[in-house]
């Protein structure tokens, strides 16, 4: 992933906010390198790190797919039929075209980040700069080791390109295999 913002789609209120979110819908727009994964192998995941199976209380907390293009869309459409059969039930994920996103709140942004405050400390010295922040590749992948995506090994990889701290390098290491160890997503 080169970053994530998560944000509001798939309505028609202008300028959506959190309180005022309308018709929109949260979601979370990833910018990827298609040389490096691809846009099913981010569906994978997708399917993975949710219940699709339960129709939403809202539209606001629904699960959807916003596609840039015609390809994204087959895909996207395919990918849920798969994922379907292999459940064995109805799968209540919308797949639409995307009209336009709304980044979210500064306080919305890297939730797992968030829930750590030292760490996020040290990158707030980083990008004092809230945009700046949450368009980072650095933070990003980050927020994801720390929402239990990656691996100690995958992490210990990256430091070199994250320019961190001994210490914090640790902290990271630290908090990494707690959330392997817990397994929040299965």
């Not at 569906?43 to 959807?64: E, M």
């Not at 009209?99 to 939730?111: G, I, L, V």
């Not at 390098?169 to 392997?180: F, G, N, P, W």
Request: hydrophobic share 35%.
């Amino acid at each position: 992933m080169i970053r994530t913002r998560v944000g509001y789609c798939g309505g028609t209120t202008p300028a959506p906010t959190y309180r005022t979110i309308g018709d929109h819908s949260e979601t979370l727009q990833i910018d990827f390198d298609p040389e490096r994964i691809s846009f099913g192998q981010i569906l994978s995941w997708f399917w993975v790190a949710h219940d699709p199976s339960r129709p939403a209380v809202s539209r606001q907390y629904r699960s959807a797919v916003f596609f840039h293009d015609d390809e994204q869309g087959r895909i996207a459409a395919e990918s849920m039929s798969r994922e379907q059969d292999r459940r064995g039930r109805t799968l209540y994920t919308g797949i639409e075209p995307l009209s336009a996103f709304t980044r979210a709140e500064d306080y919305h942004q890297k939730y797992f980040l968030r829930r750590e405050p030292a760490i996020m400390h040290v990158f707030e010295k980083f990008y004092p700069d809230p945009i700046a922040l949450a368009d980072s590749t650095a933070v990003a992948r980050v927020n994801g080791y720390l929402g239990g995506y990656g691996s100690v090994a995958s992490l210990e990889r990256e430091f070199p390109r994250l320019g961190l701290s001994e210490e914090l390098k640790r902290t990271l290491r630290r908090r990494i295999e707690r959330a392997a160890a817990e397994e929040w997503w299965a």
